[in-house]
């Protein structure tokens, strides 16, 4: 690991995006008989709103349709955040007004269930269809229920995952709320690749958090079918700070993979069978897979995942759609709201050169997931990223961990710029 080194970082990062957009700006002033391509884009969460808002920045006359369902996007960044009790549903609801009004984006609030790839066009919930000569989906993710025995998807009003943010947000939150003081809160974490590497090890930091507050003499275990997680000794450095042996983090290798739920008992079978953990609270987060439209549209490889070109993420598939996001396999990029905001700009260029007859670019991008430990204690890791023989890699020595063992106004430094971090990159995308 290299040290949090974020000269480098904004100097590599910097310099490529900035080379990035002046090539964009020629493709789109060289380009005229392409202008009125209908471009569609499935998703507007943070990849889809992303590519919907750069296709328009970089050729506004270009038509843009934006296709979700749901009228307010709750942003998952920003959800443990509610989860532990210091921030509230409005503080991570993004909606889509300033992307009709001001970029003349013309949103669509409805659900796409097929695609017709060879009349390039999508059918909606309610029948209509909608053509289009560019593809862009950005669905997230779904989860892969059938992998843990005992439970289903419909568990889920009991059970919350909470790995999407909206009710089942507000779910785990009540039920925290209604625990006891000495309760259990047990989180069955996902095996990789998984959406948000530390968000796991976030959300049972904030609910500590809570916990000390409000609840001190309750426990939380964490049961991990991984032996490591992202940014494991900073978090670890954290926790022992501020929760002394309040969490309790199994690894795979030593009793932590969860064998079976009992929902009716609020039990999970670990340690090869020899334990029963019984919590008082279960935050069961499933393996995943790409959003079932993907899946639907045959998009997806035997891993569940879409397989792109990295170098302008359109599906290995089919030459007229372009998939992004938590949905794409997309080398060392991580599955994150910053990764698909990243991705969505690459998206909106590789579109716009390609409908003016040009060659793709070959932008750096990057990632940067802050985690707070406590509201005023955060740790943070950043990579750049390039595309080199086939596949988006991690460009070395620039990006970086946090140092272990900071003072505490580094900590809480951290801390403001990752609320700084939420509202620039929630602009970026919706704003
Ligand atoms: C607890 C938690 C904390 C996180 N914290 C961070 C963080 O601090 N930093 C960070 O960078 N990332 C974070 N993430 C990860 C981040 O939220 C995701 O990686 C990111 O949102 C992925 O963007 P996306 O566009 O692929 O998917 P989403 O943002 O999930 O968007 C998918 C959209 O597609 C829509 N959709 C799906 N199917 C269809 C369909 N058939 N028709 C129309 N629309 C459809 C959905 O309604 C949704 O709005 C966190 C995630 C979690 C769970």
Redesign the pocket.
């Known amino acids: 690991m290299h040290d949090f080194n974020r000269r480098n970082f904004l100097k590599v990062a910097g310099i490529s995006s900035a080379a990035a957009l002046t090539g964009i700006g020629c493709a789109a002033n060289g380009m005229r008989g392409a202008e009125k391509a209908h471009i569609v884009v ?7 709103a992303t590519t919907a808002k750069y296709i328009k920045q970089f050729s506004p006359d270009m038509r843009v349709t934006l ?4 009228a307010t ?1 709750y ?6 955040w509610v989860i532990g009790g210091f921030a509230g549903m409005d503080d991570i609801a993004q909606g889509y007004d300033t992307l009709r009004d001001e970029y003349g984006i013309e949103i669509i609030e ?4 097929a695609v017709d790839a060879d009349a390039r066009s999508v059918r909606l919930s309610g029948g209509d269809r909608v053509s289009y000569d560019k593809l862009v989906m ?4 779904d989860f892969r229920y059938d992998d843990m025995p005992g439970i289903s998807e419909s568990d889920a009003e009991r059970i919350p995952h ?4 909206g009710s089942q947000t507000e779910l785990l939150r009540s039920q925290l709320q209604d625990m006891p003081n000495g309760g259990v809160f047990v989180m069955v974490a996902p095996p990789n690749p998984f ?2 590497p530390p ?1 796991p090890y ?2 049972v930091s904030l609910v500590a958090n809570y916990f000390k507050q409000e609840k001190p003499r309750s426990k939380i275990i964490i049961l991990d079918p991984k032996d490591g997680f992202s940014k494991q000794g900073l978090f670890e450095e954290g926790w022992a700070e501020h929760y002394g042996d309040m969490i309790e983090w199994r690894a795979g290798s030593s009793g932590g993979r969860a064998e079976e739920i009992d929902v009716s008992n609020m039990t999970v079978l670990a340690d090869s069978g020899f334990e029963r953990v019984r919590a008082d609270v279960l935050n069961f987060i499933p393996a995943q897979r790409a ?3 993907a899946h639907d549209v045959g998009l997806t490889n035997d891993a569940g995942w879409v397989p792109v070109d990295q170098l302008t993420f359109k599906s290995e598939m089919d030459d007229n759609i372009y998939v ?4 794409s396999v997309a080398g060392a990029m991580p ?6 905001n990243n991705q969505g700009k690459i998206v909106a260029a590789a579109i716009v050169r390609e409908l003016a007859g040009q060659e793709p670019i070959n932008p750096s991008s990057a ?5 707070l430990v406590t509201p005023d204690y955060a740790v943070s890791v950043a990579a750049v990223y390039q595309y080199q023989d086939g596949a988006m890699a991690g460009v070395s020595g620039a990006g970086g961990v946090s140092p272990s063992g900071a003072s505490t106004s580094f900590r809480r430094r951290e801390a403001e710029y990752t609320r700084a971090w939420y509202n620039g ?1 929630t602009h970026d995308i919706w704003g």
């Open positions: 499935v998703g507007g969460g943070s990849g889809g296709i979700e369902p749901n996007y942003t998952c960044y920003g959800s443990n409805d659900r796409v269930t950005s669905p997230g993710i909470a790995w999407k943010a959406r948000c968000g976030e959300r959003g079932q439209i992004l996001g938590d949905a599955k994150s709201g910053h990764s698909a990632n940067t997931c802050y985690s990159i």
